[in-house]
């Protein structure tokens, strides 16, 4: 997506122009570019706190298979209108993703009960065909879709790559 487009301009422009700029800066330069711009130039494991600029590097996370879908909707500055649908009812306060940091850091598998996202109860208002997309994923494979950020993009988690490649 946007920001993982805006991160790799923003380390490749660096790195071209020979700035040599200490991660620290560039974090803050691509936390002005976008809320998740700056876990994409840190990648690997991590937890993105605030609006996204603070990023935690976190132990690797065990091996996952996860199928992503991308399905042919659109919807013009949908970040902002995803976040405008969303009332004091759809926060949950970070519980699954306290669950989730935890789990790695005792080493344990990343389980469906941890991946929650928020977008998830207001993307229907939003996509009304993403329920569509949702059935079938449910039909394919028993795991819960959920949106990749705010979406349209879902992903699933799945037993095997060979287990992707038949729910896909």
Known sequence: ????????????????????????????????????????????????????????????????????????LEIPTKTATLYGMLGQRHWAKGKATKQLVKALMRGEAIREAYLYNTFDAVAPSAYPAIGRWRRLLLEAAPSRPHLTGAGPALYIQVESDEHGREVA
């Open 1 to 72: 997506g946007g920001s993982v487009d805006a991160a790799a301009a923003l380390w490749a422009l660096d790195r071209l122009w020979h700035l040599g700029l200490p991660a620290a800066q560039l974090s803050a330069l691509a936390a002005g570019l976008g809320s998740d711009v700056p876990f994409f130039l840190q990648g690997g494991t991590a937890l993105a706190e605030g609006r996204g600029e603070r990023v935690t590097q976190l132990p690797q996370a065990p091996d996952a298979w996860f199928l992503v879908v991308r399905p042919p």
